[in-house]
């Protein structure tokens, strides 16, 4: 492929937009009811404030299409964009605006955060399955600053200086994962801090947009060793949901795992583990055994929880990398310990917690997205920030559901480069707008279904 030379590009056209996607996604906004969401539960005062679900929507709608910085926001505003959108605002007000947002108004967001998952949970299959089998996972990330104007920023547990955010998903085995909760922290805080109110709000969506609705089913919170703590298992339980969090090796762990009888321990299909065809078993270095064991013994009785231990160990191949002063055992195996109230069998409970890191890629997204940067030098504002990044992930997640198999566990990015950011002109006909895409787009059938559910009247295909 060679770029023919005789090339002159003259940016003239008003009835051009690189977006076209943008239209079927915040028509599914619409629907989901985020602008009566934002009109009833977001009051930011002053002049600042006002008309804050335009405002809102112009911020989610900017980085559905790839915006992340406030300047950024300016994509809206091109071409035929006026034409296809009204209450478009210039960066600058967006700016303003979220610069007027204190802490109470953070949490109005999120109000309308979860409300609008709940919508969107029920206009689209983004949340199939939950009824059945939902996981809750939990993780913090640094989001790293420069300079010395961000209010907050702190070096964390990563060594890198910024602001911490704490992120709690969720996912069915049918889906991927949707963002139910989010703080901004302080960049010096700890992990854990606070994690339980978090854990509780994500509970009360998941249990709102149906998860463990049906006869038996199951909500479990998972989380890594940073959130094993007494308040984070104990807000599970309380909203009815089951635990599995990474144990960390204080002394009574390491007694538990100590107990386990060497017969035990069970092989597992691991990387580059091999079937054994003639004993029928997986040879593999990685083991797994389980334990009774009851955690927080420390505190009050009745704070005492009660659960199972279990426990993946790999052969260590490195001696170097044997902690100082260990008995044979732990300087043979490096051991993975998970406390559970799972009911599931010992090698389920154990694949689906190893299954948390889905969390991770929820977080690599946002970052490869509107997290991008925090953009402002104000806390509330990046706390708002990351509140309107969550709903414009979760709008990008339930698009792509409707859009077919193809995109419904698509990266959040792979969704904005094939149904979102498609170029288009503009055109009327019998006073209707008509988008005229390029030909030969090879996610087309995926566009169609999109724009069909979202844009196009019961019985009848888009053009």
């Known amino acids: 492929m060679r770029v023919f030379h005789k090339l002159t590009a003259v940016f003239d056209d008003p009835n051009l937009i690189s977006v076209a996607g943008l239209a079927p996604v915040m028509a599914l906004a619409e629907r989901a009811g985020l602008h009566e969401l934002v009109a009833e539960h977001v009051t930011v005062p002053g002049s600042a404030g006002a008309n804050a679900a335009v405002k809102v929507s112009a ?20 071409g035929g964009m006026g034409r296809l959108f009204d209450g478009l ?29 709940i919508g969107l949970s029920k206009a689209t299959p983004v949340l199939a399955g939950a009824g059945q089998v939902t996981y809750v996972d939990v993780d913090d990330t640094i989001r ?15 060594g890198v200086k910024g602001l911490n955010a704490l992120v709690a998903t969720l996912s069915t085995p049918l889906t991927a994962p949707v963002i139910a909760a989010t703080r901004l922290r302080k960049g010096a805080t700890n992990s854990a801090k606070g994690a339980f109110r978090l854990i509780s709000d994500a509970l009360a969506t998941a249990r709102s947009a149906g998860a463990g609705t049906a006869p038996g089913g199951m909500i479990t919170v998972r989380a890594d060793s940073a959130f094993y703590n007494h308040k984070v298992v104990a807000a599970a339980r309380r909203s009815g949901a089951r635990f599995s969090v990474t144990a960390r090796m204080d002394p009574a762990v390491r007694a538990a795992i100590a107990a386990i009888g060497e017969d035990a321990w069970t092989a597992i299909k691991y990387p580059n583990a091999i079937w054994e065809e003639t004993e029928q078993r997986w040879i593999s270095d990685a083991e797994v055994a389980e334990i009774s064991f009851t955690a927080f013994s420390s505190r ?24 100082a002063g260990q008995t044979a055992l732990f300087s043979q195996y490096r051991h993975h310990a998970v406390f559970t109230d799972s009911p599931l069998s010992m090698l389920a409970a154990e694949a689906a917690h190893r299954d948390h890191a889905i969390v991770e890629q929820v ?6 997205g509107a997290l991008a940067h925090l953009p402002s030098g104000k806390f509330t504002a990046n706390a708002a920030w990351l509140v309107c990044a969550a709903m414009a992930f979760n709008l990008t997640r339930a698009a792509g559901a409707l859009a ?25 006909s019998a006073r209707r707008l008509r988008l005229h895409l390029p030909r030969d787009w090879p996610w087309q059938t995926g566009y169609d279904q999109l724009s069909t559910a979202t844009l196009a009247p019961p019985g009848t295909v888009t053009a």
Do not use: C, W
Not at 59 to 78: E, K, N, Q, T, Y
């Open 300 to 323: 009050r009785k009745n704070e005492h929880v009660p659960g199972r231990l279990i426990v993946r160990r790999v052969k260590r191949l490195n001696p170097a990398t044997v902690p």
């Open 144 to 158: 790293e600053t420069h300079g010395y104007a961000k209010q907050g920023a702190g070096y964390g547990y990563s």
């Open 59 to 78: 911020l989610v709608a900017g980085m559905v299409a790839g915006a992340d910085s406030i300047s950024d926001l300016d994509l809206l505003r091109h």
């Open 363 to 368: 977080i690599a997204e946002l970052k490869g």
């Open 89 to 117: 605002r210039a960066p600058t007000t967006l700016g303003t605006f979220l610069r007027a947002v204190s802490f109470g108004h953070v949490r109005q967001f999120d109000a309308v955060a979860s409300r609008l998952l």
């Open 404 to 428: 077919g198999a193809l995109h419904a566990k698509a990266r959040t990015a792979t969704i904005r480069a094939q149904l979102i950011n498609i170029p288009a002109r503009i055109a009327s």
